[in-house]
């Protein structure tokens, strides 16, 4: 027990008072509930005087969520700790919370009081607070700023009136962590009952200092760490919880300290609390960003490969992750490559690497990521034009724009021959059809055109059906491209090769175009 931190989670205080919509109490409830699956000790869940709503939320999670302590804010202020005490009062284990500001910015220019009615109004309220509850929380606002000897008599102050837990916050981010680490060493030094209550830290994130401010004052002696989901709250947001608590777990080593957390709901809880408070995570935030786990050089794909630790210090299995992602992309090798389409489900005798690879690196050259469905959409073309095409389109050219007539210029190989043809047509796949006709000699009758984006990005691959009629009977064919009109000449070429082979083989044939001659 002497070596564990506690996780006092306040996203549904600190958190919830920085978003642009306040939360329902059903959504509260549904964050409280995940709260209490993820394990943390204490959840703030609000701030009951400010609204009958919030109010009511604080009610509710007390009455409803079992398993972690249930605490509400209160100034220093009789009202709101009268409306604490009756919000938490379900609770099977409550706290009030209760908080003033104690730096000269905050008692001379925000409260003006002196320091001696400041420690008044704490003693006061900490024993009308204890009336309520035994429980009792107190916070020195913007303790980071605040000077050391008067901080030093408000802690002792706070601890002889009977606060159970100090939390000191470095309430706007100021603090730098061996300055942070110094302060809470100091109250370990110089506060005679410091001994006789937890002490807690809150750290808000204004120089991204946040995490490492909370890591060092827990090596000076913390015991309790304030903490948000995602990490938001006001302005820059709090210390993330999923940073403080990995960092607590994975440098046990250095630290010699636990969390009662059960970092496998982390992912979980990360997600609901992104979905319910319309808040994004950036997609490189530290363990929950959507690249966390992410690895795009073909060098860390390689290393990876043979062993996860190369670049991973914490596996995605343990905050709840399935598994890494491998970015496929130019830099990827083909071990990579390979690897990514055994586990798509294909056999080493499908793949046919060397010559897969060459059009997976054509393809991530234009595309930038390649996706799954980008590799299966590979394999399935290189299938498909198994069948050995007759006519390969070798070159296409089209112009077309305001003001100009759509043009194209086709160049299309058949028994080892080149033909160019050209031709003009009402917009660039008309122009290229009518082409690619001129060269095979073909009636082909367009009788449906559909197009799809069938992968992800900016660069997606478009994928065009098309049905055609002809003397020899109805086709379909397909293309596949980044590129729209060379989609729709690879689909059109693929009826094409269809009726060729139909005229060559099928029952069908009739008469020879001058190619076929
Ligand atoms: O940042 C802060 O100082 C607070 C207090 C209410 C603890 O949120
Ligand atoms: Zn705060």
């Known amino acids: 027990m002497k070596n564990n931190v506690f996780i ?96 000269a910015i905050h008692t001379k220019r925000k409260l003006r009081k002196s320091e001696e009615e400041i420690l008044n109004i704490v003693t006061k309220s900490i024993k009308l607070a204890r009336k309520w509850c035994d429980d009792v929380q107190f916070s020195p606002e913007d303790a980071g700023r605040t000077g050391i000897d008067f901080l030093c008599r408000i802690v002792e102050t706070a601890i002889k009136s009977g606060a159970t837990t100090i939390n000191i916050p470095d309430t706007v981010g100021y603090t730098i962590p061996e300055q942070f680490g110094g302060i809470i060493q100091t109250l370990f030094d110089r506060v005679p009952n410091i001994d006789k209550a937890i002490i807690a830290v809150h750290c808000h994130n204004d120089l991204g200092l946040a995490t490492a401010n909370s890591i060092t004052a827990v090596n000076h002696g ?125 056999s080493d005798e499908e793949i046919d690497m060397e010559n897969f690879y060459k059009r997976f690196i054509a393809l991530a050259d234009k595309k930038g990521t390649v996706y799954d469905d980008d590799l299966i959409t590979l394999m399935e073309s290189k299938n498909t034009s198994d069948l050995k095409d007759m006519f390969k389109l070798e070159y296409l050219n089209v ?83 980044t590129d729209i009109v060379e989609a729709s000449a690879l689909g059109y070429m693929d009826v094409v090769n269809k009726v060729a082979r139909m005229k060559k083989f099928g029952k069908k044939s009739s008469k020879k175009t001058n190619r076929e001659r």
Do not use: W
Not at 36 to 53: H, M, N, T, Y
């Open 8 to 103: 006092f989670d306040t996203t549904l205080r600190d958190g919830e008072q920085a978003l642009p919509a306040s939360l329902s109490v059903d959504q509260k409830i549904r964050i409280a509930r995940q709260l209490a699956r993820l394990k943390v000790d204490i959840i703030e869940a609000g701030f009951p005087v400010s609204s009958p709503g919030d109010f009511n939320s604080v009610n509710t999670i007390a009455k409803q969520i079992e398993g972690p302590v249930i605490c509400g804010l209160a100034r220093t202020v009789e009202e709101d700790i009268i409306a604490c005490g009756k919000a938490i009062k379900p609770a099977k284990r409550g706290r009030i919370h209760t908080f003033i500001g104690t730096s």
């Open 222 to 346: 913390a015991r309790q760490v304030e903490c948000t989901v995602n990490g938001i709250g006001e302005r820059a947001g709090n210390a993330a919880l999923e940073e403080v608590v990995m960092a607590i777990k994975l440098r046990k080593d250095l630290l010699h300290k636990t969390t009662g957390i059960n970092t496998r709901e982390i992912m979980r809880t990360s997600k609901l609390v992104r979905d319910l408070c319309d808040m994004p995570v950036q997609p490189n935030k530290a363990i929950v960003g959507g690249n966390a786990f992410a690895h795009s050089s073909g060098i860390h794909q390689d290393g990876i490969l043979k062993a996860k630790n190369t670049y991973e210090i914490m596996t995605p299995q343990s905050i709840g992750l399935k598994e890494n992602k491998m970015n496929l992309t130019s830099r990827s090798g083909s071990h990579m490559v390979k690897t990514r389409l055994v586990k798509l489900g294909y």
């Open 399 to 481: 112009s077309s724009g305001t003001g100009m007539i759509p043009t194209a210029t086709v160049k299309i190989s058949f028994n080892k021959k080149m033909f160019q043809e050209a031709a003009c047509g009402d917009g660039p796949v008309d122009a290229t059809t009518k082409a690619i006709d001129r060269v095979t000699g073909y009636t082909i009758e367009l009788q449906d055109y559909h197009l799809d984006a069938i992968t992800r990005g900016r660069e997606a691959l478009g994928r065009v059906k098309i049905r055609a009629k002809t003397d020899e009977g109805v086709f379909i064919g397909t293309g596949t491209s």
